[in-house]
């Protein structure tokens, strides 16, 4: 077996002369031409994004860098306090907190919305109007509800109301022609559920962004990967902070000053 | 102490009706308007870009995203196989490895010649032409030879004769009037350093942008950070590909077949 | 809020001078007096083992600390190849393999037990022989078989006939008065598989490890944290024998120089 | 270069039929006679520990392995409150504080020792009572204090006088023949260092479990690694308590509402 070793790869090649990064020249056709939300969505989809794609692929990505003190923020700083000389343990630590609570709302409303549409089969392909995807939204939201499965993408701990992003990010991929049938599901479930769930909820940010990355084609697999991205940058944000204006011993001190002994239960 | 709590940032706050990032509306005025790069710098920095600015960082981002089977792109695989299900701890294990050998460099590059232009003092604030420049540089790779210390940015285990990225990074630099002290000092090292120490060695990749991320004014101590920022995007491009066209299982096989008992020697 | 922050813990606390763990002194009455499998036992169960107990455990954490050139051991070596000055990044990278395929069958069989014997009730609670707890596991893998899901702790890539830890861990726990209800529950899926798979597979050792562990008490949805721990030792000496012996740089050469670039598909 | 694979190493290997460990039978000759502290040692020592040593290397554990709500503690729950479907990214996170600052002392005053006994060569070697080390000891402590550095494992935080754990492991290493060169000139710094220094300092615990890691023969790089695993156990006590009685809402919450906006200055 070890002498017909073979490891494909499409991304990143180089020789002597040469670095070659998605069948182009680095250097010679990328550098300075290619911006970086557009290298990172080619690097994942395996294919050029439109300059439309490439907008609304980096509204997205701005909406999701950050918000404010997160515990993944939080623990990024924590951990940059005890290990300053490691950088990357930092950001490492802050991008592990990336999971199915704080960040997962991304890739599970993406994830949800493609499912729905794949059940709906011809009704979805062939949905005309606001009409035709509430009808498809509230047998979705009813079989959820039957499930007590929650509904990726409703409600937010601050935002009770509207959450701002929402509107934004849907007005950014129509002018782009770019409001697919993912976004338009996700606004009529947005529109229906608060007959099957008796309250009206608003579709928060976390999720706008889900249905707008699956409009764009990308695998609904790796959408976490995405707010993943995105936070590293909020997180480098965040440690720059930390050097200069630090709160990590502060939070550790307000947590150890204020720990109290209670004996074990058993 | 608990009763005076406060944390200071600049980055993101949100109340009910809105999302503030960097002192802007999050949703009015930066998604759709600014660029993922242009945020990444801005959030770092404290201080928005300009155009000329966003394109030199862009490129310095697209020059380090990915250079193939790297060893963290090969543990990022690794971890993906053995844990599929958490994206962020494949993508954080890869990460992991941006330290002083293979991503340090950038780093370590724009730190020797932030600390040289400071100890130059005078003699680089009024460098005029290459030979001012090739006066200070010749001084400092002297220095760092009777130090036994190596000179950051010089030499490359592919490219040994021309890195192709260097000269294009200093060209787009130079096109947008930010070729500055850093990328000057760089290029004099290239051309005096054979005097010193016998030999030419080219100008690496890794080297120049963290002699261009230097001149845009970014913090010295924070520079791996951008490597890193650079590299999660590669690293998606690999987990992406994982999924694709696995190859972790072939490398966990090559070597766990080809293992040889080897008694300890104590 | 802030003036009536309290974070309550049963672990360690201290002043100028005493250290108190568990509620006890840490110097006077533990250091020297408690081994460190112990520690972690009490520390996860918030009670202390017995010495029979702590046998057991001791052998579940022998058998899952190492097991060769696994993934993560190779992710741990080349993140150690890359960053040699942050030895704790090189051991978080091998442990975030830990997740569900190459580190989870531990918990997976452990939860699958203890929800086995909750399903069955009073049957498992007064199983008196094999026969009883045969029926029971017949039961739970037909179940298993219908729902289309894998039994775990059922075979091993290598082991196909026999994973040698598996008895002696049941003996171990048996000599100790602990074979409960889970290893006999283990013990009976190994005896009637056969009957409803067509083929008869190994209870292998991460499984019978799984079943041990539920079986001194320790919570089942952390047996994974037991499995990690003991892989940190196991992580430990190979990042040690890397230091000694280093493979990182022929691994990663041995998969460079055997890339083969291939276009992408779209 | 790949028909000439060959991986060595003398961690574990396994065929079908058994698993072997350090050139041992796993099953039938470690499972349940060798001790999970015993086998740790082994592992990176490379050699089996006596009694004593193990004795010794466990209280040494067991002194380190919790401080309560450290910053890594705290970082560790905040990602489990994130991500509580990736135990080891929890545990990662926490490890991956263990750098410089808050667990470097181990490593760092076991370098400091062991570069001071080789430095002192024959002084050393023939030392034969507490003056022969106080002279070594006195001349290491200038020429720190020269240099303008640390003498690491000298004064703590909360035990300003004495740390409680530095008594008790010299005694256990006395108890058990092993109070080497390493504690010895550890002591005579103790003795020594107000000469110096102007005030007294107590000698801490992670330095104390430094000296006697370097006497029992273990590579003084690595013992932060000792310290890490150590430090493995008592996360997950974190853990296991955080399920139990979570703070990690609470710690973020703190954080969170006393978040201050700042405009940045730039």
């Known amino acids: ?20 990064l ?4 680095l ?20 294919r050029r994004p439109t300059p439309g794609e490439v907008r609304v692929f980096e509204a997205v990505l701005v909406a999701l860098a950050d918000h404010g003190f997160t515990p993944t923020a ?9 290990a300053p000389e490691s950088l990357q343990g930092a950001l490492a630590a802050g991008l592990l907190g990336g999971g199915s609570r704080f960040l997962g709302v991304t890739e599970d409303c993406g994830r949800f919305l493609a499912d729905t549409l794949s059940a709906a089969g011809d009704a979805a392909a062939t949905a005309a ?19 007590k499965r929650l509904v990726p993408g409703l409600g937010h701990p601050v935002h009770k109301e509207r959450d701002p992003r929402t509107p ?14 993912h976004l338009r599901l996700f606004e009529a479930i947005g529109r229906v559920h608060p007959q099957v769930l008796g309250r009206a909820l608003p579709l928060n940010g976390a999720g706008v962004c889900g249905a707008a990355l699956a409009d764009l084609g990308l695998p609904v697999e790796l959408l976490r990967g995405f707010a993943l991205l995105a936070r590293a940058a909020g997180l ?25 002994y209670q004996p074990p239960e058993s």
């Not at 990143?12 to 070659?20: V, Y």
């Not at 250097?27 to 395996?46: H, R």
């Open 236 to 260: 480098l944000g965040h440690l720059a902070e930390e050097r200069r204006d630090p709160i990590g011993m502060d939070v550790y001190l307000a947590v150890d000053r204020n720990a109290v």
């Open 22 to 25: 998605l069948g182009h020249d």
């Open 168 to 181: 934004v990010l849907i007005r950014i991929a129509e002018e782009e022609g770019l409001r697919g049938p």
């Open 27 to 46: 250097a010679a056709d990328l550098m300075g031409s290619v911006g970086f939300g557009e290298l990172a969505y080619w690097l994942v989809a395996g």
């Open 74 to 82: 939080i623990a990024a700083r924590l951990t940059y306090l005890s």
């Open 129 to 147: 109007g606001p009409g035709d995807w509430d009808a498809i939204a509230l047998d979705a939201v009813r079989r959820a509800r039957a499930d």
């Open 1 to 20: 077996m070890a002498d017909q070793l073979s490891f494909p790869t499409s991304l990143g090649t180089s020789d002597p002369t040469t670095i070659r």
